[in-house]
Structures are given as structure tokens and as C-alpha cells.
């Protein structure tokens, strides 16, 4: 534990120096840590309760930075770390560059909850720190468990098993960065998949109830979608806010939203840009069906006429996914107007 935060003060510190990492976002992060630090702890009778709670978010602001760098430079930075051990060769230019793929409003929206929740905490003081940081410790044991859980009940996918969810999974892998990924089947009779861990190898998990109903380009572009979190830095983070009171959970649910679209635009990159099995899964998803012989022209109508509607916009505001209505537009216009390699990002009402 103590060496992964030696690795993730050095990779935030790499970045931090990194000119190809936009300067306002280097500027944006610490300048809201400092300000927390700056203010005084009101009631502060626990000794060196005050710096505990600065340490832990510290710690948590370098994770926020990490996720909303480039993904391009911290990967680089990582390789560059893991020589210098001995452990891999640094690559000057990532194989697969992926930043393209990021919603335009992501980066911001995660600052944007980040200082909200600065603020918050400095207003309630040291007690309030105190509790994140409890609540921070509880995430990561409960993450750790939830992983020997599921490892116990769950089955593992590979070339003996499952070989034909297998070959999506590598399927998928192969148009995008490489990542240490345990791949699971667990039952359950709702159609969902997820992703956690706080660091490799992570763990992905399918439930029966997805992978009786979808077919193998419909398992691909989930399994692409949930290896999009892991490579933006989402999975650390919502493991994290999981344990978080709700309040603080609605602040990020912006972000939250914005992480689906980018994900969504990963999961079509990892079907060659094919969108048909990108909606159809999200068409299982929200119906609940296994066939769903929807006309996407008269779905699109339908799209259209909702899209006039603010209180549907409204209502979105307090849900961690965009409607299904919206990402099935947003990805019809990146296949239309974008190519596999660089899709032009477009950003749909929200």
C-alpha cells in the first residue's frame, strides 16, 4: 500500500511537469487542495485530526488529476516509471491513442465536482474531513472484499472457459490500450455489467442475466464500454465515491454522465466502429429484452420529439447515465461523421 502511493505521488508529480498536460488543468486541481489547506479548522480539539483528513484528500486530488490528464501521457509516464525498475520499455507514443475518444466536458465536469467538494469540506471543518476520510478507507476495504467475493462466486472467462466470450474479450482488447483485466461471469438475473479495483489487475464483471440476452458483437461492445472506465481512471474513482453520502455523490453526477459518453465512444471504437451493435445493446439495456426489433428510424422520431421536452432534460440531471435516447443519438453522430481512428466529438444537449 505504502509503495502504490510512492508510484502515485511520483506519476502525479511526472504530470504535474508534463507540458504536453494542459497548463490549466495542472493549475486548476493543486490550487483547490491549497485553498482547503489554507483554511483554518474550526473545533480542531482531535490532534492532527486536521492533517489526516489534508492527507487523504491530498492523495484523492492526485487521483482526480491522474484521471483527467491525458491518457496518452500518464500511460507514457507509467512505462517510463516501470523501466526505470526494470519491469518494461518506455514507449514515446501510445499505440493506441485514445484521448480523442474523451467527452469534451469530462476533464471539467470532474474538476468542477472536485472544488465543489473542497469547499463543502472546508466549510464544515475538520469533523467533516474526518468523516471522508473514514468513509475513503471504508471504499477501499469494501472494494478489496468485494473482489474476494466475486472471485469466489463468480467464474473466470478464458480460452478453457466461456472461449467464445473469451474471443470478444480479446476482440475488444485488440483495437484498444492493453490493461490487466480479470474478466467474470457471476449470476444474476439483471442485465449489468461493472467494473473495480484500485489498481491492476482490475476486475470485470458480466451477469448472466447480459450474457443470455446479447449476442457476441453485443458482449463486445460492453466489454469495451467497461474497459473505457479503466483506462480513463473512472473504476478508481466511483469505487471511491460509492461510500460517499449522497450529497456528494450528486455533485459528481455530472461527471458520472460524461464518463458513459466517453465510455460509450470507447465501446464503439472496440467494434471497429460499428455502431448497430452499440445500440442494440443499449436497446437490451433499457428494454429488457432479449430481441428487440425496433425500427431505429421510428426510435429516432422518437429521439427528436423528446428532445423538445425540458423536463425530460431535467430529469436527467439527477441520474449517473445519460438517457439511453441521448447516447443512442450521440453515437449515431459519431459514426456518421467520425473515422475509427479520430471521431469528432459532439455534445448533445444535457
Known sequence: MIRNLFTHFGLTLRLTFDRKVNFW?????????????????????????GRIDDAILAIVGGWVFVAAAPVDRVEYHRRSMRQRKGQAAPSTTPAIPLDSLR????SRDLALGFGISCLLLALFGYAAGMLMALLILAALINTRLSRARTLANAIEVSEAQFPELNRAFEAARLRLPDVDVHLLVTQNPVMNA????????????????LVEKTNLEEIQAVIGHELGHI?????????????MP????????????????????????????????????LLKLTSGLKDVPVDLDSFLAQIEAQGTKRTA??????????????????????????????????????
Open 246 to 281: 449522497s450529497l456528494l455523490q450528486l455533485i459528481y453526477m455530472r461527471w458520472s454522465r460524461s464518463c458513459e459518453y466517453t465510455c460509450d465512444a470507447v465501446a464503439l471504437k472496440a467494434c471497429g466502429n460499428r455502431v448497430q451493435p452499440v445500440v442494440t445493446l
Open 25 to 49: 488543468l495542472k493549475v486548476t486541481i493543486p490550487l483547490m487542495l491549497l485553498g482547503y489547506f489554507l483554511v483554518p479548522s474550526a473545533n480542531n480539539i482531535v490532534p492532527f485530526a
Open 313 to 350: 432534460h431535467a430529469a436527467e440531471w439527477f441520474s449517473t447515465h445519460p438517457f439511453i435516447n441521448h447516447r443512442i443519438r450521440r453515437l449515431i453522430e459519431l459514426a456518421r461523421s467520425s473515422q475509427e481512428d479520430a471521431p469528432e466529438m459532439t455534445s448533445p444537449t444535457r
Open 194 to 209: 461493472y467494473t473495480f479495483g484500485m489498481e491492476a489487475p482490475y476486475t470485470l464483471v458480466l451477469t448472466s442475466g
Open 231 to 243: 483506462l480513463f481512471g473512472h473504476t478508481r474513482l466511483i469505487n471511491l465515491m460509492g461510500g
Open 103 to 106: 467527452y469534451p466536458s469530462e
